[in-house]
């Protein structure tokens, strides 16, 4: 397939995020070169430079003229690792996308042609687990790894590490803020395969890391809005309606236990009549809740189906 330049369009990308990485450039591009060179078919290297403050930026430049396959995007200021990946999916034009740091903690000559062997098995997402990490942040990083296999049912060590997965699957990638670190879960939702293959970590040589411990109650609570929303996104009403109907039935039931209460003793408790009117209110209210919600969630399918079909229209 050609590009409207006439350029052979690549079949693989590799995008790669950097902040202030300035002294990892230089290897990281001489890797890179040799990695292209074993790499069956055309390929190319997207780096998004998310406002770095060093000479990021300038030592990119320079290389770009020496480098043909080099690809560069720049933020003017820095917008986190999720939108600098948001930006690289919309410049990638390969069929295959590796997703990789900057930091020289994963080795392109080692983990490209791993991760890119296990999807050629027919799996459509594919993630580096890595061996021989050491440091304040792993205990975290299992908890974290551990709970997310819990709640999404993904087999995989290392959720927040490097990537390969086909360009489909980035149709379904819908990211915010942080949530780089939930690509596998939100691909596993949307029914595609994903798989895991070990990976060597490299410790860090230059510059420090950019992800620190206050990260990870954010990175925490995240996880319970990705799993709240993979899950009610197109039902709402389960979760509303399940609650609102438990709230009810709590309500009527002390209603009940008032009611009999009164006509065997002729005893009347004010204060938990005050509950139970509050239960089924706040029931009748979650009901409303989950209501409102289906019909916003009807809308949004109704004009996602008109986009889709205008865009299957076009020429």
Not at 218 to 242: C, E, N
Not at 287 to 292: N, T
Request: proline share 5%.
């Amino acid at each position: 397939m050609e590009e409207p330049d006439g350029t052979c369009s690549p079949l693989i990308s590799i995008l790669i995020p950097a902040y202030n990485e300035q002294g990892n450039i230089q290897p990281l591009l001489a890797k890179l070169e040799r990695t292209l060179c074993c790499l069956e078919g055309p390929a190319e290297v997207v780096i998004v430079d998310d406002g770095s403050t060093d000479g990021t930026w300038d030592v990119l430049s320079q290389s770009r003229e020496r480098y043909p396959w080099l690809r560069l995007v720049r933020h003017r200021r820095n917008r986190g690792l999720t939108e600098a990946i948001r930006t690289g999916l919309r410049h990638v034009r390969g069929e295959v996308i590796v997703f990789l740091p900057a930091d020289l903690e994963s080795d392109p000559e080692i983990d490209v042609p791993l991760l890119l062997g296990k999807l050629a098995e027919g799996y459509d997402v594919v993630a580096g687990w890595r061996q021989g990490r050491r440091g304040r942040k792993v205990l975290a990083s299992r908890v974290y790894n551990l709970l997310s296999r819990w709640l999404f049912g993904v087999q995989a060590h290392d959720m927040n590490w490097v990537k390969a997965f086909r360009r489909e699957v980035v149709k379904s990638l819908h990211l915010r803020s942080d949530w780089h670190r939930f690509i596998l879960m939100i691909a596993a939702a949307e029914g595609f395969r994903v798989a895991e293959v070990p990976t060597p970590y490299q410790p860090r040589r230059w510059g420090r890391s950019k992800f620190g411990i206050s990260r990870i109650p954010r990175a925490f609570l995240d996880l319970l809005v990705v799993k709240f929303l993979l899950t009610f996104r197109r039902r709402p009403m389960l979760f509303f309606g399940s609650i609102g109907l438990g709230l009810e039935v709590l309500g009527f039931g002390t209603g009940l236990y008032l009611v009999l209460l009164y006509v065997l003793e002729q005893t009347q408790k004010r204060p938990i009549f005050i509950v139970a009117l509050a239960l089924i209110a706040a029931g009748l209210l979650l009901f409303l809740v989950g209501f409102l919600a289906e019909l916003i969630v009807a809308q949004t399918e109704y004009l996602e189906e008109l986009v889709r079909d205008r865009r299957e229209r076009e020429p």
